[in-house]
Nanobody
Framework: QVQLVESGGGLVQAGDSLRLSCAASGRTFSSYSMGWFRQAPGKEREFVAAISWSGGNTHYADFVKGRFTISRDNAKNTVYLQMNTLKPEDTAVYYC???????????????WGQGTQVTVSS
């Protein structure tokens, strides 16, 4: 089992930056690829970004390329999502996830966090 706890969400203005963190506990964190997803009101959950267990590979949804950066610190069992130039359409609950790399990208990770709310005002 892997437990994932997100933090760092909040209310910001358009153009601002925010960094989300996801702390993992349980089985060996460094053996899992990690990802971020989001779900806006009335919409389905969608993939945002993923990072391989070593951090050597990353993958992003087109709508965040150039604005968001995923990273991880295996010594701290933590994965991050740096979000820059935020837009009102980025408003959503953001979820951390863990699993095999391609499985995470495809939207079927083994573990999910509880989510953290990000609200971007115009």
């Amino acid at each position: 089992q892997v437990q994932l706890v997100e933090s760092g969400g909040g209310l910001v203005q358009a153009g601002d930056s925010l960094r989300l963190s996801c702390a993992a506990s349980g089985r060996t964190f460094s053996s899992y690829s990690m990802g971020w997803f989001r779900q806006a009101p009335g919409k389905e959950r969608e993939f945002v970004a993923a990072i391989s267990w070593s951090g050597g590979n990353t993958h992003y949804a087109d709508f965040v390329k150039g604005r968001f950066t995923i990273s991880r610190d295996n010594a701290k069992n933590t994965v991050y999502l740096q979000m820059n130039t935020l837009k009102p359409e980025d408003t959503a609950v953001y979820y951390c996830a863990a699993g095999p790399y391609m499985v995470v990208i495809s939207g079927g990770p083994d573990y999910w966090g509880q989510g953290t709310q990000v609200t971007v005002s115009s």
